[in-house]
């Protein structure tokens, strides 16, 4: 049995930090060098480089939609990495065999600078490397917790987040400099390097670590609950169909939209649909499963609607490394200072937020009487990022007018979108691991990170709507260009959806699903 920090004279505050998170934090903050570092080049390669064969006015459009095709396919893959985690191998075999196949993808990047398969090869090892252990990674923070020393969680979770960033602002800051002074080959060699580094620093901690096992076959699991009660009536399965025909209808839609667009879509189509004719006629799931079981599948369900009331989020989030660079591009700016190297400045300001946030900010809205609880910070986060595309695309109808002005004002809109970023997804992660039931964390994990995927479809969707002549004559019709347009668009994406979230939030019931025991 484990003794409480009042049963044994200490305090919440005395109760120490396990001493292992300190290699799962030097794992993440190198994984983040080498993951960011090439990210945040990737797009002025594409353009300089490796898409040189494409007419110059094509370039940019086709860089974006290999951009986002590629974070699409690292926040798709979680799905993978959650199941394997939670059924196959646990957490940290998981980690540590995908953190290998990561460490190829990235040697790829270095050797196959001239050579597209080879290079987008090396992209789908990555996606699928980085991908697979990102659902298991601030899940295998959260297994290290618990309920004696689950306050300290948040704390941890803010350090995780913060190391993310420490890593994101160095590369960030240095890998465009290498981009330029010792070429491609060097500047993603470098990411690759610190990968390796990583998975070692990850190795080094193994005989530290909790070890939750994965569970074994369950008669009770999401899968066999959710199917039980879709048996159980008609209107579940008429909307579970309706959703497997959408899917359907997107995959007929490929030769227009292509594999990754009809693929996402069609995952969205079951996901949503499905899930709406589990949840409608759970209680005939009751009798059949365990009253923890069907309530587990109930609270991922609800979690789930929250999660793609997030989405919209991500889609301007993921841009800042596509659009905003491209923007940047047409500024003025010193002969030194490359475009890319404005995204140093997101991690910069994270640093400097979650303490301010935390220490200051937080605590004094709570003397006044006002709870900063995670729904609300994620409320509130969604505004934010919706400011700043507000911010953005009036910038970019002052360069649409051919007025030409420092690549500074940029500043506030990173500051905005920052701001936001630190309110929904550092308080996602914890968030999200506290509602999932044990034997789903590293499945709900996914999904939480599958709301990126689904954001940057979004994207890849409104790029494509964009090729339509009815949809750019109606764009001219409104006296703003294409990229303006789209950047007011996505603001106004953003701020409905924080209505409806802020709306759903009011409604929905925290639980805890922190480990009882240590």
């Not at 420490?166 to 500047?187: R, T, V």
């Not at 209680?283 to 609607?305: D, F, K, M, Q, T």
């Amino acid at each position: 049995m484990t003794t409480s920090p009042e049963r044994d004279g200490t305090t919440p505050a005395q109760v120490p930090i396990p001493s292992q998170i300190s290699f799962i934090i030097g794992n993440e903050g190198c994984e983040r060098f080498s993951f960011y570092g090439m990210r945040n080049i990737l797009t002025v390669f594409l353009v300089s480089s490796l898409l040189s064969y494409l007419p110059e006015a094509d370039r940019a459009g086709a860089a974006k939609d290999v951009f986002h095709t590629f974070v699409i396919g690292v926040f798709f893959f979680p799905l993978l990495g959650g199941w394997l985690a939670d059924r196959l191998w646990g957490k940290y075999n998981t980690i540590l065999w995908l953190s290998l196949l990561y460490c190829v993808g990235q040697l790829c990047l270095a050797l196959f600078v001239h050579n597209r398969t080879g290079f987008y090869a090396g992209l789908f090892l990555i996606a699928l490397g980085s991908g697979g252990i990102k659902p298991c990674v601030s899940s295998f923070v959260g297994d290290q917790f618990d309920q004696t020393n689950k306050h300290r969680a948040k704390v941890v979770f803010d350090a995780f987040y913060w190391i993310i960033n420490f890593g994101s602002f160095f590369a960030s800051l240095l890998m465009p400099i290498f981009l330029k002074q010792l070429g491609p080959a060097i500047a993603f060699g470098v990411p690759g390097a610190l990968m390796f580094i990583s998975t070692v620093i990850l190795w080094l901690g193994r005989k530290r670590y909790v070890m939750v096992p994965p569970a074994p076959p369950d008669p009770h699991s999401f899968l066999n609950v959710s199917r039980t009660a879709l048996a159980s009536g008609r209107p579940g399965l008429v909307l579970a169909g309706v959703g497997v025909v959408l899917a359907l209808v997107s995959f007929l839609l490929m030769p227009a939209f292509g594999f990754v667009i009809s693929f996402c879509s069609a995952l969205v189509a079951v996901i949503a649909f499905g899930g709406a004719g589990v949840q409608s006629q759970l209680a005939g799931a009751r009798g059949r499963h365990p009253e923890e079981a069907v309530e587990g599948v109930r609270s991922v369900l609800r979690v789930l609607v929250l999660f793609a009331l997030v989405t919209p989020f991500w889609s301007l989030f993921d841009q800042k490394a596509s659009t905003w660079v491209l923007q940047a591009d047409l500024m003025t700016k010193p002969s030194w200072f490359q475009s890319s190297q404005m995204q140093a400045l997101n991690p910069a300001l994270v640093m400097l937020l979650i303490p301010f946030n935390n220490l200051v900010l937080f605590p004094a809205l709570k003397r006044f009487g006002y709870e900063m609880t995670a729904l609300r910070r994620m409320t509130i986060g969604i505004v934010f990022s919706g400011l700043s595309w507000v911010v953005v695309g009036g910038m970019q109808v002052v360069l649409d007018g051919g007025q030409a002005f420092s690549i500074a004002w940029q500043v506030l809109p990173y500051a905005l979108l920052t701001l936001g970023e630190v309110l929904v997804s550092a308080t996602g992660l914890e968030f999200a691991y506290s509602q999932a039931p044990q034997a789903m964390k590293g499945t709900l994990m996914s999904f939480w990170l599958l709301a990126v995927t689904v954001g940057n479809l979004w994207v890849l969707v409104v790029n494509a709507g964009v090729k339509n002549s009815a949809v750019t004559n109606f764009i001219a019709s409104t006296g703003f260009g294409v990229t303006a347009f789209q950047m007011f668009f996505f603001a106004g994406f953003a701020f409905v959806a924080a209505l409806i979230f802020g709306l759903r939030a009011r409604d929905y019931q925290v639980v805890d699903h922190y480990r009882k025991t240590g």
